[in-house]
T-cell receptor, first 108, second 115 residues
Framework: LAKTTQPISMDSYEGQEVNITCSHN???????ITWYQQFPSQGPRFIIQ???TKVTNEVASLFIPADRKSSTLSLPRVSLSDTAVYYCPLSGNTPLVFGKGTRLSVIA | DTEVTQTPKHLVMGMTNKKSLKCEQH?????MYWYKQKAKKPPELMFVYSYEKLSINESVPSRFSPECPNSSLLNLHLHALQPEDSALYLCASSRKGAYSGNTIYFGEGSWLTVV
């Protein structure tokens, strides 16, 4: 049973910032939040991981509020190549369980 | 370097065949995983090996048989599969077990078609 909920799809224009939310109301104390990107016919690619507050790397930022019941992946200035499915599984006392993901479509 | 290598990339097999999928990582990771992914669905966990021992089997049918010969290799032996087993099979690894923040890295997958 997936422990996370995301919007099924999102559309964005090139050059815009995109924020994808993930709901995890029953997150456990040991759970970390991990985001993956997946292109068709390829394996999921690790984007970013966090436990609380804000994490930033060269690709994205991850915002986690104090109650940790949700998280937001922020992709700055998206391009056509960012069109993919984005997942936010939790990793804690059990292996990753993937929810249905968000299909992001970037439009020129 | 975060690389998990899977072979073959594509496999077509008959329902009476025996074949194997192979996975290799040289990152010193001690946990390895098999996931199955059907078209337009999320990956589903099948097996987890931790320190070369099977730690999780998600009630997978016995026609799928995993094997971990050493800490770098993971195989998935296939026998008497059904057409509905056609899917993308993903191998993954993590430094330790899949617990508390250990990042899991995936290979590119092996596309299996059962005819």
């Amino acid at each position: 049973l997936a422990k996370t909920t995301q919007p099924i799809s999102m559309d964005s224009y090139e050059g815009q910032e995109v924020n994808i939310t993930c709901s995890h109301n029953n997150i456990a104390t040991n759970d970390y939040i991990t985001w993956y990107q997946q292109f068709p016919s390829q394996g999921p690619r690790f984007i970013i991981q966090g436990y609380k507050t804000k994490v930033t790397n060269e690709v994205a930022s991850l915002f986690i509020p104090a109650d940790r019941k949700s998280s937001t992946l922020s992709l700055p200035r998206v391009s056509l190549s960012d069109t993919a499915v984005y997942y936010c599984p939790l990793s804690g006392n059990t292996p990753l369980v993937f929810g249905k993901g968000t299909r992001l479509s970037v439009i020129a | 370097d975060t690389e998990v290598t899977q072979t073959p990339k594509h496999l077509v097999m008959g329902m009476t065949n025996k074949k194997s999928l192979k996975c290799e990582q040289h990152m010193g990771h001690r946990a390895m995983y098999w996931y199955k992914q059907k078209a337009k669905k999320p990956p589903e966990l099948m097996f987890v090996y931790s320190y070369e021992k099977l730690s999780i089997n998600e009630s997978v049918p016995s026609r799928f048989s995993p094997e971990c010969p050493n800490s770098s290799l993971l195989n998935l032996h296939l026998h008497a599969l059904q057409p509905e087993d056609s899917a993308l099979y993903l191998c993954a690894s993590s430094r330790k077990g899949a617990y508390s923040g250990n990042t899991i890295y995936f290979g590119e997958g092996s596309w299996l078609t059962v005819v």
